[in-house]
């Protein structure tokens, strides 16, 4: 029997992992609390930890992991930039869920557009109170406008269909370009110059960290609406919020925002919110804020835990490899992983 601690747990989570996990003799031990240095030590007497996007697993809390017996941290998430990889290297082996519904965060970013751009939140709670005018709901059509996708992975390109589909005229930039893939890449700075929508799905990292800031902002056509359903980090939120103001940016969709950790995924209504910024922002009209919900859907969740438990078994299995396994070498190294026989260590 594998005993997980299964750190910021939800109840949507749990079906779909009893389901995968009792089929495979996994125990989870549902903690409600992030993972973080005071709350490693829940951690004791588990062979691994499995953790969302929220948990940070600093050098200090794998130094901790590693003292504990804990020999795994499993990402029930696509994007790892709350886990120090170089740190884990050579302590605790590192698993994540490379993809569990792209459809679903590509499909919300375009629900978060057509909300945005045809004032369907403004619409929905109109109409609950008999108000019937359409004053002030004046949306645009996607039809030939220029959408700019920045990462051009697996959710970048279902979203660029999905586009493609409204007729859209489609720019993209990535650092690493899909060829033969059909798809119109320009440089970063003509992206930002000549697109009336960008739609961020490129990862965080250090390098891409405020790609969106306010000299990028400056640059953009007047009216621009920005979605972001990757990562926060990418956007500086002030500089956002000064674009706004100026009338600068004429819409924000946002499913993350930087500082999210200590606010999303939990009900804190009737509560003061301590983030002026995010109360600033999500009091614009012209800002839809959901909360880190691009990914839930049910065909997501039911990927997310059975790919888990198949990349928990393979990790405990001796000598087994599991592709899904993070490294601070392949990430630098490229060799490393195409050569993967074994686990990473
Ligand atoms: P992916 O790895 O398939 O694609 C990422 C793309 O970004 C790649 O083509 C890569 O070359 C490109 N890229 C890397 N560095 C770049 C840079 N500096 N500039 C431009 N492009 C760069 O990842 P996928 O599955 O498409 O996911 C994208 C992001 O979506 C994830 O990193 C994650 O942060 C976010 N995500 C958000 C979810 C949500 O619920 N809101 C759920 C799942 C993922």
Known sequence: MITVAFFDAKDYDKPSFEQYGSRHGIRFRYLETKLNEDTVDLAKGCDAVCIFVNDTVSAEVIDRLYELGVRLVALRSAGYN?????????????????AYSP???AEHAMALLLTSV????????RTREFNFSLNGLTGFDFHGK???????GRIGRIFIDICRGFSMNVLAYDLFPAKDSGIDYVSLDELLEKSDIISLHCPLTEETRHLIDSAAIEKMKKG??????????????DALLEGIKARKVGAACLDVYEEEADVFFED???HILNDDLLSRLISMPNVI???HQAFLTHEALNNIAETTVNNILSCFEKDGACDNELCYRCENM???KKERRGKCF
Do not use: M
């Not at 045809?118 to 709670?125: E, F, L």
């Not at 621009?224 to 500086?236: A, E, F, H, P, Q």
């Open 334 to 336: 490229e060799q490393c």
């Open 118 to 125: 045809r004032r369907i939140h403004k619409a929905y709670n």
């Open 82 to 98: 709350n886990v120090d990889l170089q740190a884990a290297f050579g302590k605790v082996h590192v698993v994540h869920v490379p």
């Open 146 to 152: 220029t959408v700019g996708v920045i990462g051009t």
């Open 224 to 237: 621009v609406v920005i979605i972001n359903t990757s990562r926060g980090g990418l956007i500086d939120a």
């Open 268 to 270: 804190r209504s009737g």
């Open 289 to 291: 804020v959901t909360s």
């Open 103 to 105: 459809y679903a965060v």
